[in-house]
Structure formats: structure tokens, C-alpha cells
């Protein structure tokens, strides 16, 4: 069957917006999604008094529904802060593009992860690092239920998280040992906290 896209992800997948090379970016990121092996580059231009994103671009070798969240993302971003730009989740990107496939959420937070790599990289040494539980479920909400296509965390399965001083992260987790897909999520969230520096050690524990 084919995939159901809207109005607005047909037209920003023909028409993309804000896609090329800023040739003196003052930071680029290349994010890969580890859900298709796609990845996305995203390029910024900053204006160092105000903060605000002056110009922004991408290229996308992924398909047509990363083309259209980059293109709607890029769109949004253009003029905000980057502390404004922080804020925008994938849903809010979704969203605006009138919906996306549930097979193809992850997609969209390809293009988000890209967007935030960029931004963390242009913040590089300036911001002081710290790893909060904040960061810790930003991270969690972005791990998809594989089939169903909703994050983890609003699916209710994150039970408990803690971060200690010396950098592990402990987490409890609601799924079932039935659940074909118990070891694939436990998998795909040590592969995300792994590359984060401030993470030292990871505890996931099952209770159910
Ligand atoms: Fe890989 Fe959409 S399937 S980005």
C-alpha cells in the first residue's frame, strides 16, 4: 500500500526549501539516524550579538519525508534564537508538515537531531556541559516503539531515571519480557547515551 502523505510534505518534498551548502557556516553538523542509516548535513550562519539563526541550509540523503522536515524545519528555525531553535521538537516539525506516516516519525527526528548537532556545535566550548535529566528524556523521547512509531516515553515505558555526580545514568523501564522488541530498545538507548560525553556508565533495568 502506498504511503499516505499530506498536501504539505508533497510540497515541501517537490519544492525543498533552504537546501545547499553555506559555504563560511559558522557550524555544520552530519547526523545519521540509527532507526535507517540515513543521514542529514545542516549548515548555520549565527549572528553572534543577537543569537538569531541568519541562514540555515541542508542536504538530506534520506527520503522524501527527511527532505520535507528539513525543508519545514529550516523554514522554522530561520530568524528564531538558538534557544528558541533548542525548543522545537520533532512533533512540533510533524506537525507542521500536517502529519507524517507513523513508519516515518523517525525521519523527521533525523532532521532535528541534525538541526540541535549543529547548534551544539556551534555552541562548542562557549556552553558549560552538563548532562540533566532534561537532556536524559529528550534523548528517551526520541526512541520510537518500533511498529507503532510513538517514543518511548510517551508510550509510559520510562519508569524511573536518575543521573549521578560521576556520570551514570540509571534507568527502569516498563515492557514486557513478551515484548519482542524489549532488547532492540535497551539496545538503541545505550547506542545514543554512548555518544554523550558526560555519560559514564549506563544501568537499564526492566521492571515488569
Ligand atoms: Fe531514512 Fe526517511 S527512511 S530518513
Known amino acids: 500500500m502506498p504511503l499516505q502523505y499530506s ?9 525543498p526549501r533552504n537546501v545547499g ?5 559558522d ?7 540509527p532507526a535507517c542509516g540515513d543521514q542529514i548535513v545542516v549548515y548555520l550562519k549565527v549572528d553572534k550579538e543577537t543569537k538569531k539563526i ?11 519525508s527527511n527532505i ?4 519545514m524545519l529550516t523554514e522554522m528555525v530561520k ?18 508538515l500536517g502529519g507524517l506516516p507513523p513508519v516515518k516519525m523517525h525521519c523527521s527526528v533525523l ?19 552538563k548532562f540533566t535529566k532534561e537532556d536524559l528524556v529528550n534523548i528517551l523521547s526520541k526512541i520510537l516503539y518500533p511498529n507503532l512509531s510513538i517514543d518511548i516515553v510517551s508510550l509510559k515505558m520510562v519508569n524511573y531515571i536518575n543521573i549521578n555526580e560521576k556520570g551514570k545514568v540509571y534507568i527502569e523501564l516498563v515492557v ?4 519482542p522488541f524489549r532488547n532492540h530498545i535497551k539496545e538503541e538507548i545505550e547506542e545514543k547515551l554512548k555518544k554523550v560525553p558526560e555519560v559514564k556508565e549506563i544501568e537499564i533495568k526492566f521492571v515488569y
Open 27 to 33: 557550524a555544520m553538523a552530519i547526523e545519521g539516524s
Open 176 to 179: 514486557s519480557p513478551e515484548d
Open 54 to 64: 541568519t541562514d540555515i541550509k541542508f542536504q538530506s540523503f534520506g527520503c522524501a
Open 21 to 25: 551548502i553555506i559555504e563560511d557556516a
Open 7 to 15: 498536501e504539505i510534505v508533497l510540497e515541501h518534498f517537490r519544492n
Open 79 to 96: 530568524g528564531k534564537t538558538i534557544d528558541e531553535a533548542l525548543r522545537i521538537t520533532w512533533k512540533d516539525v510533524a506537525e507542521a
Open 111 to 129: 532532521a532535528v537531531d541534525g538541526l540541535k548537532s549543529a547548534i551544539k556545535n556551534y555552541l562548542g566550548e562557549k556552553r558549560e556541559e
Open 68 to 71: 520535507a522536515t528539513g525543508s
